[in-house]
């Protein structure tokens, strides 16, 4: 299984960017999505997630600026990413819970920068 990450850039504060993730291989079915991220000396945190059923959940302090959604049928993780602010900047990592040969497993994609300037 492989995720791939993408959409990451450079963008003002203010602006917005669009992260998708799509997940490949030997995929039954996918429990959580996520996205998580990273900015230098800080440890990963948990950005967003969303389940199975589309229930979703995000850090406080992306709430009313970020939205995560899924395409089930590609198996495709998004995040929309509004009014973002300098403080957004970090490497953002795809995360997903996958069922594989009757076993649930996690998988992590290889990050996309996010630059926010001020």
């Known amino acids: 299984v492989q995720l791939q990450a993408s959409g990451g850039g450079l963008v003002q504060a203010g602006g917005s960017l669009r992260l998708s993730c799509a997940a490949s291989?030997?995929?039954?079915?996918?429990?959580?999505m996520e996205w998580h991220r990273q900015a230098p000396g800080k440890q990963r945190e948990l950005v967003a997630a969303?389940?199975?059923?589309?229930?979703?959940n995000y850090a406080d302090s992306v709430k009313g600026r970020f939205t995560i959604s899924r395409d089930f049928a590609k198996n495709t993780v998004y995040l929309q990413m509004n009014s973002l602010k300098p403080e957004d900047t970090a490497v953002y990592y795809c995360?997903?819970?996958?069922?594989?040969?009757?076993?649930?497993?996690?998988?992590w994609g290889q990050g996309t920068q996010v630059t926010v300037s001020s």
């Open positions: 291989g030997n995929i039954f079915s996918i429990n959580n």
């Open positions: 995360a997903a819970n996958v069922w594989v040969a009757g076993t649930p497993r996690n998988y």
């Open positions: 969303i389940s199975s059923s589309g229930r979703t």
